[in-house]
């Protein structure tokens, strides 16, 4: 059964009228997710350092921003491991903004530096606007190491949802074009497959916050031929042909999530094909359970867990 927790909350935002994400305007909707962000997220901890910084692109710039953490015993110059890290909302909601207490919290946890990825959105920029993005952020952050104050050696992705899609895929690109080399991902509820035909997308379709509705609703702003990009591997990670010679993955799926079955089908694809892939399922909770420490317990457990997982790699 749904956590207690988890209801409490969906009855909440029932009982205060919150619309669905699909009934409203691409702009309306970030507007809200980031009202909204500040009610249910824990207090943010302490941090040594959080800057923005601009990422060279073709189209122009990206905007990051990088988190470093405080840690007993390392000097303030030190090169620290880090997380590139791409935050969630279908491609068409979420910021730097709405994601900045969880990448402080795994900055904080992992004693990892936190690069934040403001790719482009769509409908604005369609696919593959956001994976070019992922991709020259990645390799960015290896090629300016010594001016980040980070090790090239110790690079990681990771990301929630859309975020989750888009560190698998940029996992695979850098993997493809033959560096640089990655040492984790951190794959959060992860889209992996938008032909959307799993049997979570059949059960869990309505009533646990995200649904098939607004599914539909991102893959369509986010896709221009839904048709014919949704079975491209980058749209769709699941679907490409060697998921061999990536780097170890954690993959964090929920129970009451439609993503859940294609979450779980993207780790057993990393292990047969030889990838250390390691899954974990948090059966009582919904989709984007852990932005959510300050009303769900489990959420800050979870954070906990994620953290934990990337600082073991990253040794």
């Known amino acids: 059964m749904l956590h207690p927790q988890a209801q409490a909350l969906l009855q909440l935002m029932a009982d205060k ?6 009934t409203l ?12 962000s500040g009610y249910t997220q824990p207090d943010r901890p302490q941090i040594a350092e959080s800057r923005n910084v601009s990422i060279p692109a073709l189209h122009g710039t990206i905007a990051a921003r990088l988190t ?9 110059g030190d090169a620290l491991p880090l997380l590139v890290y791409f935050h969630g909302g279908g491609w068409v909601i979420g910021d730097l903004d709405t994601h900045e207490t ?3 919290q795994l900055a904080d946890l992992s004693a990892c530096a936190v690069l934040s990825v403001d790719y482009r959105l769509a409908p604005e920029h369609r696919f593959p606007a956001a994976v070019d993005d992922a991709v020259a952020a990645a390799q960015w952050a290896a090629v300016n190491a010594a ?27 850098l993997r493809d074009a033959g560096g640089p080399a990655l040492r984790f991902q951190l794959l959060i509820y992860p889209v992996t497959d938008q032909r959307r035909g799993s049997e979570s997308y059949r059960t869990r379709a309505t009533g646990y916050g995200l649904g098939a509705d607004t599914m ?3 893959c369509a702003h986010y896709l221009h ?7 491209d591997w980058r749209a769709s990670p ?5 998921h061999s010679r990536l780097p170890p993955a954690f993959v964090l799926v929920a129970g009451y999530d439609p993503l859940r079955d294609e979450g779980m089908a993207y780790a057993q694809a990393l292990s047969a094909a030889g990838t250390p892939a390691t899954l974990v399922s948090y059966e009582r909770q919904m989709h984007g359970f852990i932005t959510l420490g300050r009303v769900l317990d489990e959420a800050n457990d979870a954070v906990h867990l994620c953290a934990d997982q990337l600082r073991r790699a990253m040794r």
């Open 225 to 231: 031929d839904e048709a014919q990009h949704a079975t």
């Open 216 to 218: 539909a609703y991102f």
């Open 147 to 173: 001016r980040l104050g980070i090790d090239p050696a110790r690079i990681a992705v990771g990301g929630d949802s859309a975020g989750g899609n888009l560190a698998a895929v940029a996992a695979l690109a």
């Open 238 to 242: 699941l679907l490409h042909k060697d």
């Open 68 to 76: 470093r953490p405080v840690v007993p015993g390392a000097a303030s």
């Open 25 to 36: 305007a691409p702009q309306e909707a970030r507007r809200l997710y980031l009202e909204r």
């Open 102 to 104: 969880l990448c402080q």
């Open 17 to 22: 009228g919150v619309p669905p994400t699909h």
